[in-house]
């Protein structure tokens, strides 16, 4: 069965490798977030492209959600040295998947095969795609008025404001990169994954012709809700979701998902909100969808292919 | 007192450090080689200018001689996992310096100005020059008849090679950098630095105009042998000088000098050399050149100073 997955950072990543664990190598391609990518030191940055690359390969610090395990911080000291701003944490290791990928890009690679190029090179069976090999970026208002890029949202100001609007800077000139249209063309599943549904795949979704790409595709699609008793498991989605003025829910994340997927996942403690998500025409399925182990990971992997083995025996 | 000294790596390093701490801020300006840079990761490397730099800098790794004190190598551990070749030891700290010089060169940044710009911001008064901003190599002939770049002979194969020849590919085309020139038309005094003779102050003077820009200056100038009791105390250069024909010894190292200083120092042990140096129409002064510690440095700069001051009252 080929599955598309559409993901951000953390939640996203954690399905992508519970799926990498249950499906036969090279049947998954993730298609990942880039409106969030950033410069520093000269060097493209992409957080939710990289997380997903190091947490598919084994080498992701689980704990700290991002970066490299065990990575240390001796290139960060320097540039601060040099007058660089040190609030956006690069490790070392991280540091030369930035350099490396920087070299191949220079040399004529778009993004997404950089990407793969790396992918390979960790042992990554799975295709790991950006959706879009065009510059985008997420810029946020918060309630002071202020706009301000995501990253300086996001970790410099740690997400403490509340954000009144987002805009996905470039987005109406971007194009899905080919191998998300592939990947999409030819999918048995697409799953949109926990990921915050605003800023990790919100953005995928505004690529002009990758949402017509999913809904024209003939594979079966879920969502994964990546709010779980109204709360998000990491990041800011819950309260975002507020002060934009959805509900901050498994429903209101289902709303955004309405007309895209015909099938939403719920987790257990979110079983009661069943009939308002199958209100806005999707069927329900409520599974466990906290992934703290590799267990968790693999086992939500599965049961999202089983549900699909049962859709397509309906 | 305006003085310039010409160095390569370790010995050239120590006494721009010793000149550094016994002249007024600013009143010194090194210039670099640059003909055994190299290209790694898709970033240019400059092994004596960076030497130089965390020397002057205090950041030195004293023991290994090159990089930073208690750098990491978690950088490096990634390239190998992209597949790139780890024999050249960049540190993450000093991989931070490749990436900052590489983002101020791709803005726009010549050589000098982006060496400039990274010693002024660790601190160092001394102006650090690259000799020339165009681009030469040294490429090494080896006993086996193989002509192989700087690093692949120095570093990877540990200088184990006999040299049969040594070419400065590109030098033809290249110019002295404006400081270079700039530095030599004012300078009061020019030292020669103990660095190799062949491969590090060679490349300099190689350079179309260096040289007789040099020889144009009103500065006095004096050259220091790098070889010492017929040894070099780092490095291939003694049997790099007995390989290509030349005395492996402080005459050797003069008798390339000659017509370029007035003079030549050498260390204690080599006192007897001291009439056929001065048949080669040079004074010779005799002085504890060994640099262990920071007094040594200090001591030999001192020394130095004190020779001209003699040289101006004679």
């Known amino acids: 069965m080929k599955v598309v997955l559409l993901a951000g950072g953390t939640g996203g990543a954690k399905l992508a490798h519970g799926l990498q664990m249950v499906l036969p190598p090279g049947d998954l391609t993730v298609i990942v977030n880039v409106a969030d990518d950033t410069e520093r030191f000269g060097l493209l940055v992409c957080p939710d492209l990289d997380t997903i ?36 944490r690069i490790g070392d290791a991280d540091l030369a998947t930035l350099v490396h990928r920087d070299r191949l890009m220079r040399e004529g690679s778009s993004l997404t095969d950089a990407t793969a ?48 609007a987002v805009r996905f800077d470039g987005v109406e000139a971007t194009h899905p990169s080919q191998a998300a249209l592939d990947a999409l063309a030819t999918a048995d599943l697409v799953v949109i994954g926990p990921s915050n549904p605003i800023v990790s795949i919100g953005p995928i979704l505004a690529i002009p012709g990758l949402r017509e790409a999913l809904v024209a595709s003939s594979a079966q699609r879920i969502g994964v809700s990546g709010i779980v008793g109204g709360r998000a498991l990491r990041g ?13 829910s498994a429903v209101g994340v289902a709303r955004l998902y309405a007309g895209l997927v015909e099938r939403f996942v719920v ?18 399925s409520v599974l466990p969808t906290v992934m703290v182990s590799d267990d968790d990971r693999a086992r939500l992997a599965a049961a999202l292919l089983e549900l699909v083995e049962g859709m397509l025996g309906e």
Chains 1, 2 share one sequence.
């Not at 990575?71 to 660089?84: H, I, K």
Request: proline share 2%.
């Open 53 to 88: 690359l190091y947490t598919l390969s084994g080498l992701a610090d689980r704990e700290q959600g991002w970066g490299v395990a065990g990575d240390t911080s001796s290139a960060l000291a320097m540039f601060e040295r040099y007058g660089e701003e040190a609030w956006f």
């Open 267 to 284: 987790d257990e403690v979110d079983a009661g909100l069943a009939p308002a998500i199958e209100a806005l025409g999707m069927s329900v």
């Open 236 to 248: 800011p989605a819950d309260r975002m979701l507020a002060s934009l003025g959805h509900e901050s």
């Open 117 to 164: 190029a790396t992918a390979a090179a960790l042992g990554i069976a799975t295709h790991l795609v950006a959706a879009t090999d065009d510059r985008m970026r997420t810029w946020i208002q918060t309630d002071s008025g202020e706009e301000i890029d995501f990253q300086e949202y996001f970790v410099h100001r740690g997400q403490q404001e509340i954000v009144r």
